[in-house]
């Protein structure tokens, strides 16, 4: 399963092809995972993509959540040159911030990251994006009937793309409201899809490299009473139909495991046994760049036989 990802990765590197001038049939995608500051993790997995010059060898990338935040830096060419964003205490404390909380404000502040961070502190290449070969799928989950929905064919322009990154983002209760995109509401794609997979089967993936933030012993739990109470609440004003895959994580992470472990051509790249836990809101500098680093070397060490040399 793994030998021949890298071996499609191996033969387009050493062909130099790129979107729409393959000698293969094979659609190659990139599924990454978020989890709000557990995308860290994926985040340094995609620097390692960059340096190893291997995003032309993808037909798409699939992006949930914060995953789908790492993979537009992927596709703008500046998630090495952008990564200090992560430990910056300034971007990272106004980003993040429970104390907001007590004011019923939104804990991760998805506005200023994308409007005011993206564009005018570490600007993102958005009409880099817009003009990759490489498609871009950032996933989202619909507030009205709870589906995981690919807002590819909504983005247009810059203002849209800007839109669909904060809808992937938008975690129920911590990230405010739902974010509404020609006349539809979206929540976080978490809620529906943590990876990405059904929905890239679904539209053709013949190849997979799946960007894991979880580590193999990590597990999904069932929401407690305490959650079940407050955020059935939240759900039941805002995203009446996201309440239901909410409720059914456990099962839903269960069946993407399933589909990826049984995918005969699929690479998944995680954090190695004994990494640091990441929590969703964590910003403390030190266990963010020591998190950067493990999963860029968690990817050189899989991907490094698709190209002659290191970095």
């Known amino acids: 399963m793994t030998d021949t990802v890298l071996r499609l990765l191996r033969d387009r590197k050493k062909q130099g092809s790129t979107p729409g001038h393959r000698s293969d049939d094979a659609r190659l995608v990139l599924l990454v995972e978020g989890g709000s500051s557990r995308g860290v ?24 959540s914060a995953g789908a935040l790492n993979a537009a830096w992927l596709l703008c060419g500046r998630a090495e040159s952008s990564v200090h964003a992560w430990w910056d205490p300034i971007i990272m404390g106004t980003t993040i911030n429970p104390r907001r909380a007590l004011r019923r404000l939104p804990v991760v502040d998805t506005r200023f990251l994308v409007h005011t961070v993206y564009t005018e502190i570490m600007p993102m290449g958005f009409q880099e ?26 983005i247009r322009d810059r203002s849209s793309l800007q839109a669909a990154l904060r809808a992937s983002t938008a975690m129920p209760l911590l990230a405010g409201e739902p974010i509404e995109i020609d006349g539809r509401s979206f929540v976080d794609a978490g809620v529906s899809e943590s990876v990405p997979v059904r929905t890239a089967l679904a539209q053709k993936a013949t190849h997979i490299v799946a960007l894991r933030t979880r580590r193999m012993d990590e597990t999904t739990s069932a929401p407690s009473l305490g959650e079940r109470l407050m955020m059935s609440r939240w759900f039941a004003r805002r995203a009446p139909g996201a309440l239901e895959p909410w409720l059914r994580r456990e099962a839903i992470r269960a069946e993407e495991e399933r589909l990826l472990a049984s995918h005969p051509a699929t690479l998944q790249i995680r954090p190695p046994i004994g990494s640091a836990p990441i929590g ?22 899989e991907l490094a036989g698709c190209v002659e040399e290191l970095p």
């Open 41 to 64: 993790y994926s985040y340094g997995m995609a620097i390692a993509i960059e340096q190893l010059g291997l995003l032309p060898m993808f037909d798409a990338v699939y992006g949930s």
């Open 280 to 301: 969703r809101t964590e910003r403390r500098p030190l266990p963010l760049r020591a998190a950067v680093g493990t999963g860029r070397q968690a990817a050189l060490n």
């Open 129 to 154: 994006i817009l003009d990759s070969t490489v498609e871009f799928h950032p996933i989202a989950t619909d507030a009205l009937t709870g589906q995981a929905t690919d807002l590819h064919e909504q």
